[in-house]
């Protein structure tokens, strides 16, 4: 009896199923892909930060776009005969874009009061050849000064003002200047044109095919498969190239002095 008692108690030793180590199989897969395709998610933010105010953290859009990718990784179905990136592209993306509707960066109604109060602003700049005082813009809008000194704290929280604008409480200074878009600032346009003169020289210094295959992949956003397609070679074979060309230019990049896009 002792001895039946002590065998019934004893650890049991489970053998993994064949569920499980597919399973196991499947998650290492998917963390294999998602590794891969890492700067894939890093492009894609950055193209929509571009578009935002300054204070969106280009992290969190990094981050939900990680989250994306994941998704897209668990989901994707080789079977169906459609490139991961093309179909991660669409995932990655609207996971970044969800994550700004949460983030609620700025409400309507803030944006539809910026919009009230650069429409002001430029108005009585064109008519007093000057840039008009707090309290002439407080007048165009209807309101008193406390009032629009108010809006301007509330539109420099959320970062459609700028937050090193003048101090409200000296009336007798021109009005805070509202900045323009990123893209549309006079340094980082002439930044853009220096990135894009030193790129295109090293670009020149590629074969014909490796020069194709760069602008098609960057400029006209194709995937590796589709651009095999025009070329007549596989997929593989245009990874290959494009992973040269990426070196071959950061060989000729460095030989004039520039490591990273800081140096603009």
């Known amino acids: 009896m002792k001895a039946t008692m002590t065998t019934a108690t004893a650890p ?10 597919g ?3 499947k998650i290492a897969r998917r963390d294999r892909i998602v590794l891969e395709h890492l700067p894939l998610v890093k492009a894609i933010a950055i193209r929509v930060h571009e578009n935002l105010p300054v204070h969106v953290d280009l992290d969190d859009l990094v981050h939900a776009g990680v989250l994306g990718l994941f998704d897209a990784a668990s989901k994707f179905d080789p079977g169906k005969q459609v490139a991961f990136s093309s179909y991660a592209k669409h995932r990655i993306k609207g996971a970044i874009l969800d994550s700004l509707r949460q983030l609620d960066w700025a409400s309507r109604d803030l ?3 910026h919009k009230q109060v650069e429409a002001a602003t430029r108005e009585l700049a064109t008519n007093l050849q000057r840039t008009p005082t707090e309290a002439e813009i407080a007048e165009k809008l209807g309101v008193d000064v406390e ?5 301007m704290v509330d539109l420099r929280s959320v970062g459609l003002v700028s937050a090193s604008s003048r101090a409200v409480e000296h009336d007798d200074l021109p009005a805070p200047d509202f900045p323009s878009k990123a893209e549309t600032q006079p340094d980082n346009m002439c930044s853009r044109e220096q990135m894009r003169s030193v790129l295109g020289v090293a670009m020149k210094t590629l074969p014909e ?15 590796m498969k589709e651009i095999g397609g025009i070329l007549g070679i596989n997929e593989s074979r245009v990874s290959q190239i494009h992973k040269s060309a990426l070196e071959k230019m950061q060989v000729v990049l460095q030989a004039n002095g520039i ?3 800081q140096a603009f």
């Open 12 to 21: 049991a030793t489970v053998p993994k199923t064949k569920a499980s180590l």
């Open 23 to 25: 399973s196991s199989a």
């Open 111 to 113: 944006r539809r009061r």
């Open 147 to 151: 009032k629009w000194r108010q809006m």
């Open 209 to 223: 095919r490796y020069q194709k295959v760069v602008s098609l992949y960057y400029t006209n956003e194709m995937t």
């Open 259 to 261: 490591s990273s896009v």
